[in-house]
């Protein structure tokens, strides 16, 4: 299975949510959050939103002109925003951002990722991990055999699993018997087959 492309500049970021559309008229946007700790979107917290490139359309499709408002070019740095008022639609946040005030304004955020930068992510208990901490680590056997790299963390209904090589190990102390994050490194043991 071929990985998602990941731009550069989100790799040094971590997304805690993207901007879906501009809810009602005075700047408000609708959000989709993308972190477990959804208690970081208070009134007053700092993030940074930024537009990701916009996919190259396919060759025999031919451009249209746009029937959109100008947007801010979508290879800007992130930039700088305070949330001013939020509250819960659902299992969406309806946020307004300061400086954002028009539809218009709001309009320019559609497809925007709110980011942190990774010094901000919230701490985390014993043997719980970021996955974006697993990712790329080293894994190795008790004995010390190269099992591969971790390509991938897949969600489970009781707990969640890693592909390594060409391993799935499910991420239970009983297979996972190391995390090095600094070093990233791992140890496991492999399932019996």
Same mark, same amino acid.
């Given at each position: 299975?071929?990985?998602?492309?990941?731009?550069?500049?989100? $790799? =040094?970021?971590?997304?805690?949510?993207? +901007?879906?559309?501009?809810?009602?008229?005075?700047? &408000?946007? *609708?959000? =989709?959050?993308?972190?477990?700790?959804?208690?970081?979107?208070? !009134?007053?917290?700092?993030?940074?939103?930024?537009?990701?490139?916009?996919? /190259?359309?396919? &060759?025999?499709?031919?451009?249209?002109?746009?029937?959109?408002?100008?947007?801010? !070019?979508?290879?800007? $740095?992130? $930039?700088?925003? +305070?949330?001013?008022?939020?509250?819960? $639609?659902?299992?969406?946040?309806?946020?307004?951002?300061?400086?954002?005030?028009?539809?218009?304004?709001?309009?320019?955020? *559609?497809?925007?990722?709110?980011?942190?930068?990774?010094?901000? =992510?919230?701490?985390?208990? @014993?043997?719980?991990?970021?996955?974006?901490?697993?990712?790329?680590? /080293?894994?190795?056997?008790?004995?010390? /055999? =190269?099992?591969?790299?971790?390509?991938?963390?897949?969600?489970?209904?009781?707990?969640?699993?890693?592909?390594?090589?060409?391993?799935?190990?499910?991420?239970?102390?009983?297979?996972?018997? @190391?995390?090095?994050? !600094?070093?990233?490194?791992?140890?496991? *043991?492999?399932?019996?087959?």
């Amino acid at each position: 299975m071929a990985m998602p492309y990941v731009p550069k500049i989100a $790799q =040094r970021w971590v997304t805690v949510g993207v +901007v879906l559309r501009p809810f009602g008229l005075h700047g &408000e946007v *609708r959000v =989709r959050p993308e972190t477990d700790f959804p208690e970081r979107f208070v !009134p007053g917290a700092r993030l940074f939103w930024w537009l990701p490139p916009k996919p /190259e359309p396919p &060759e025999e499709e031919p451009l249209a002109p746009s029937k959109h408002r100008k947007r801010p !070019p979508r290879t800007m $740095q992130p $930039q700088p925003c +305070v949330i001013e008022s939020v509250r819960w $639609q659902g299992d969406r946040l309806i946020i307004k951002l300061e400086g954002f005030d028009t539809i218009a304004h709001a309009e320019n955020l *559609r497809g925007a990722w709110l980011l942190i930068p990774p010094e901000e =992510r919230m701490p985390l208990g @014993e043997d719980e991990y970021y996955i974006d901490d697993l990712i790329g680590m /080293e894994v190795f056997t008790e004995t010390g /055999e =190269r099992v591969g790299k971790l390509k991938r963390v897949i969600p489970g209904g009781a707990y969640d699993y890693y592909e390594i090589g060409k391993y799935t190990i499910p991420a239970v102390g009983e297979y996972i018997l @190391e995390v090095d994050v !600094p070093r990233k490194r791992m140890v496991v *043991r492999l399932p019996e087959i």
